[in-house]
Every structure is written in structure tokens, then in C-alpha cells.
């Protein structure tokens, strides 16, 4: 039976290329029946990454079923993965986001669990002497999903690690890093044609904090007034979404890539005493910068209160 590859819902570019890179060396070098799928409508810049590499868009499930052998890549989270994935028969976990809990497997398994910022990376060390063997599309993809997730190496997430690996990929495939860079962000920050409830769903995890649930929702961009331009009508969907996710409240954090520095939507009390608590923040009006802030693994997530 074919083995499934397969990220989080909402995939961006490493769950997306991920997915398409371990299939192939389980494909090709480990012998083994393997299919990448994806959990939902890759993002813009993941769209673009597998048009710049001329790769076929894989295929997106709504369900996997019941003891259909999968490798999960890039989450750990019961609640970003099929309901039934319990069911599954998990052959192994990639993973650099933190242990969630919930996951029960039908015997041992292979986890590998890195503090690395992406997914890729890790993959390119378990390869070992075998990612010798990568052909140019597989080094891109791999490439394209490190700079995402390290945002070009700005994210406090980057690992020495990372950076060496992705200047190594750019060096063989002859790319310059600033501009190849520069075309996935600007992908990325394409955002026009999706509707709000879309935008807050994109790049979204769902996450606990003292009893209330909510959707985080990070859009990292190089043009963050196209997305500010739009706040209160986001705000206004905020509510829609989150009754229709059986959440309490969205968060949404636009990234300035370039600036180096997050705005908060504040569209209630909740929020704006979330803002303060978790951040130090002054929420004065419907929006918070926060400087410095790029990474929702390492700067939202562990730090939000109530």
C-alpha cells in the first residue's frame, strides 16, 4: 500500500515541499510507495514554489482512510491533521514544532523531533550520504522551504544549521538568496484575490490559553498595508470564523518581513488584554505593533496569556 506524505491543514511552503521531498526519497532511495498530499489549498507562495520548479501541485484530501500508512511531517498536532488520524497507521513523525500530545500510534515508530526552524532541514540530515543523490527540483523545493520558515534567516527561529544548508542549496542550483527570496515574498504577500475568512485561515494553528481557544493567525509579508488596508472588514469576519471553527477568538498577526516587526489586530477587550499580558503592549486602538516580533513558534505561542 502506497505510504501518504502529508503536513498540517492550511499548508504553507513547508508543508507543502516537505510532503514532495520525503516521498521522493522514499520513492527513490528508500524503494518504498510513497504519495505526497496536502491537507488543504497550498498558500500563494507555496504556489509559487512548485511552479518555479515546475512541480505538480499534489493532491489535496479531505480524508485519509482508516489504517492507510502516512508519514506526518512539520506537525505533531492532533488538531492540525485528519480527524481520524488515529486510525492512521503512522510510520514515522518529522517534526521542529513542540510536542502537543494526542497522537497514538498501532506500534513503534520512527519521531524525529528537531529545534531547527524548518521541517526541510531535517530531512537533509536523516538523508545522510543519500541527499547526495537529490536531484536540482528537490534541492529547490528544500531551499524554498528553509527560507520560508526563516524568513529569508530574519526569524529568531533560523539555526546555523539552516542557513549553512540553504547557502550550500543556493551555491549548487547558482541562485542568488536575496533574490530568489525576494520573488517567494512577493508571492507571499499576493494576497488580493482571497476573501478575509481565507486570509485568517491561511497560515492558522489553533491553540489554548487559560481556557479560551483560539485560532493564531500569522501573515508574513513584504507589504503590509495591502493587508492593514482591509482591518476592519477583518476584524468583522473574525467572528464568523471563529463561530464556524468552534474557536473563541481570532488572533491575527501581520508580519512585516522587512521591518521586522508584527501588528496585532485588537478587535475587542479580549484581545486587548491579551496584547498586554502576553506581549507588555499598550492596545490603545483597533491595532498593536510589536517589534521584533516574526515567529509565532517562538514568539507568540509561548508567550500568550489571559
Given at each position: 500500500?502506497?505510504t ?10 513547508d508543508?507543502t ?5 520525503w516521498?521522493?526519497?522514499?520513492n ?10 496536502l ?5 500563494t507562495?507555496?504556489a509559487?514554489v512548485?511552479?518555479?520548479w ?9 480524508a485519509?482512510?482508516?489504517g ?12 492540525e491533521l485528519p480527524a ?7 510510520q514515522a ?5 513542540k ?11 520512527d519521531i524525529t523531533?528537531?529545534?531547527?526552524a ?5 530531512m ?10 537529490m536531484p536540482?527540483?528537490?534541492k ?6 528553509i527560507l520560508?520558515?526563516?524568513?529569508e534567516?530574519?526569524s529568531?527561529?533560523?539555526t ?11 551555491g549548487e542550483l ?19 484575490a482571497f476573501?478575509d ?6 497560515d492558522?494553528?489553533e491553540?489554548?490559553?487559560a ?15 495591502v493587508?492593514?488596508?482591509r ?20 488572533l491575527?498577526?501581520?508580519?512585516d ?6 501588528t ?15 506581549f507588555?503592549a499598550?492596545a490603545?486602538?483597533?491595532?498593536v505593533?510589536l517589534p521584533?516580533?516574526?515567529s509565532?513558534k517562538k514568539?507568540i505561542?509561548p508567550?500568550?496569556?489571559l
Open positions: 500500500m502506497t501518504k506524505v502529508f503536513g498540517h491543514k492550511a499548508p504553507d511552503t508543508s515541499g516537505s510532503p514532495i521531498i516521498a521522493w526519497y522514499l527513490e532511495v528508500r524503494g518504498t510507495p510513497a504519495e505526497a498530499v491537507l488543504g489549498e497550498p498558500n507562495e507555496a509559487f512548485l511552479t518555479r515546475d512541480l505538480p501541485k499534489p493532491a489535496i484530501v479531505d485519509i482512510d482508516d492507510t500508512p502516512v508519514v506526518i511531517v512539520d506537525t505533531n498536532n492532533p488538531a481520524n488520524v488515529n486510525a492512521l497507521d503512522i513523525i518529522i517534526d521542529h514544532h510536542l502537543v500530545g494526542g497522537l497514538e500510534t498501532k506500534g513503534p515508530i523531533v528537531r529545534p531547527l524548518c521541517t526541510a532541514t531535517i537533509h540530515d536523516l538523508m545522510g550520504a543519500d541527499a547526495a543523490k536540482d527540483w528537490v529547490g523545493t528544500m531551499l524554498s522551504c520560508s520558515d526563516t524568513l534567516f530574519r529568531p527561529t533560523t546555523p544549521t539552516d542557513k549553512a544548508l540553504a547557502e550550500t542549496l543556493a547558482g541562485l542568488s538568496i536575496p533574490d530568489y527570496a525576494a520573488e517567494m515574498f512577493a508571492a507571499k504577500s499576493d494576497v488580493s476573501s475568512a481565507e486570509l485568517l485561515r491561511m492558522s494553528k491553540y489554548e490559553v481556557g479560551t481557544r483560539f485560532r493564531v493567525s500569522v501573515l508574513e509579508t513584504t507589504a503590509p498595508k493587508v492593514l488596508d482591518k476592519d472588514s477583518l476584524m468583522t469576519s473574525m467572528a464568523d470564523v471563529a463561530a464556524e471553527d468552534g474557536v473563541d477568538q481570532v491575527l498577526f501581520v508580519v518581513i522587512l521591518n521586522e516587526e508584527a496585532l489586530l485588537v478587535p475587542n477587550d479580549l484581545v486587548r488584554t491579551l496584547a498586554e499580558k502576553s507588555g499598550t490603545t486602538g483597533d491595532t505593533v521584533g516580533v516574526m509565532r514568539q505561542i508567550v500568550l496569556a
